[in-house]
């Protein structure tokens, strides 16, 4: 399957009275005619996330499986549906600003589904150029794959949290937003490398937000903002056009777009608003890109445990501040050490600039009147509740690192 830019008719993933009226629903075999289940179709593409410091990153998926419950064990035999994939390495980094891989289409029982599971082909005991790895990235400005360790992919799967509708006769058609950024993790100094996927399952909309970063700048940023849902959409911008698309968002009157990077003042657009009316939310154009200013950085870092003996080896990090207007500002995130569980994140001392997005007139931004290097460290983890550094943390001088260690509750 080609990899392409797909902004196709909306197919939503629950299915509402207004919905039907207004999406177009394509139609599929096996409705149910002549008293059986009632079926509908599940379709299924990739796109990613911005990767940190990679030139690729391959993963090979062998199969998706469905369930309807949240809870369902991935050793279950009862309730799952599979999807076998054709073999081939996909190349995450090919698929940012909205473009897709296809994955393929199965039939379902109609019903409300709640989990999808990603099962991942195995690296091969020895590698040559016709036998390459199933999972591996490529560092920067290196030509050498290295692999990717990935601990029950090969079983019952990756568990992800997935919330569509199956209708009889209809397509939901669904992506998958896979964030190979916050997806790898480096194991301390052994060399190693964990996969543990970050991904969205997202409805495949018409709507989008597109803008311009300044290229000089472009190959350091990230542009980020949260759906409804409060899922982290990101994406990096074209290095020689500085063009990015935030691709696939629900309609919401109040997107804040956050635009972040090293040694970089955040730059935030605030009221953003999304709608299939108008399709794509354009910011700006290529010449008037938005233009960071440089900012001396300060480092935060820690370890976060549960309190007592146990690291929690699979936690996330992040680092956020709130604007004067009340807007969240994610400036940084990172998964902590699989096996040191520590994190170390650079943020800048500048106080944040803002500009309210209005239709048809250019961004103009002003310093936030937020206290300047003061943030907000929230550590997750799988079974336990999150933790907020409350007060919230000043951080030093330029250069300066802050020790905050972080202990989350089951």
């Not at 197919?11 to 075999?29: E, K, R, Y």
């Not at 109609?110 to 150029?129: C, E, I, K, M, W």
């Not at 943390?393 to 260690?405: E, P």
Request: hydrophobic share 40%; glycine share 10%.
């Amino acid at each position: 399957m080609g990899m392409q830019q797909k902004f196709r008719s909306l197919q939503p993933w629950v299915w509402s009275g207004l919905a039907l009226a207004t999406a177009g629903l394509v139609a599929c075999g096996g409705s149910g005619g002549g008293g059986g289940t009632p079926t509908g179709t599940l379709n299924l593409a990739m796109t990613d996330a911005p990767a940190c410091g990679y030139d690729h990153v391959y993963v090979t998926v062998n199969k998706i499986r469905v369930h309807q419950s949240a809870a369902a064990d991935g050793t279950e035999l009862l309730g799952w549906r599979e999807l076998s994939i054709p073999t081939q390495r996909i190349d995450l980094l090919s698929l940012t600003n909205g473009v897709l891989q296809e994955l393929g289409s199965m039939p379902l029982p109609a019903g409300n589904y709640q989990q999808l599971r990603l099962v991942l082909a195995d690296n091969p005991a020895s590698t040559n150029p016709a036998n390459p790895l199933a999972n591996a990235l490529v560092l920067s400005g290196s030509n050498i794959e290295i692999p990717l360790t990935t601990p029950s992919a090969q079983q019952s799967g990756f568990k992800l949290q997935a919330r569509f509708d199956v209708q009889s006769g209809q397509v939901a058609d669904m992506v998958l937003d896979f964030d190979a950024c916050r997806s790898i993790v480096k194991a301390g100094a052994s060399g190693r490398y964990n996969l543990k996927p970050v991904v969205s399952v997202i409805p495949r909309l018409t709507t989008a937000i597109e803008g311009f970063v300044d290229p000089a700048v472009a190959s350091g940023v990230v542009v980020s903002t949260r759906d409804p849902n409060n899922n982290v959409r990101a994406t990096v911008p074209n290095p020689v056009t500085g063009k990015f698309t935030l691709a696939y968002l629900p309609e919401n009157t109040s997107y804040t777009v956050v635009v972040a990077g090293q040694n970089l003042t955040t730059a935030a657009i605030t009221n953003v608003p999304v709608s299939l009316a108008v399709g794509v939310t354009r910011l700006n154009t290529a010449q008037t890109p938005i233009v960071p200013s440089a900012s001396a950085m300060a480092t935060v870092a820690g370890v976060v445990s549960n309190g007592s003996s146990a690291l929690l080896t699979d936690a996330r990090v992040s680092a956020s501040q709130t604007l004067s207007t009340g807007q969240s500002v994610q400036v940084a995130s990172m998964g902590v050490d699989p096996v040191t569980a520590e994190y170390t994140l650079a943020l800048p001392l500048a106080a944040a600039v803002k500009a309210p997005y209005v239709s048809g007139s250019p961004l103009v931004f002003t310093t936030d009147s937020m206290v300047a290097g003061r943030y907000n460290i929230n550590g997750t983890a799988t079974g336990y509740t999150s933790q907020s550094t409350t007060p919230v943390l000043d951080l030093g001088l330029a250069g300066s690192t802050t020790v905050k260690d972080l202990v989350l509750v089951p």
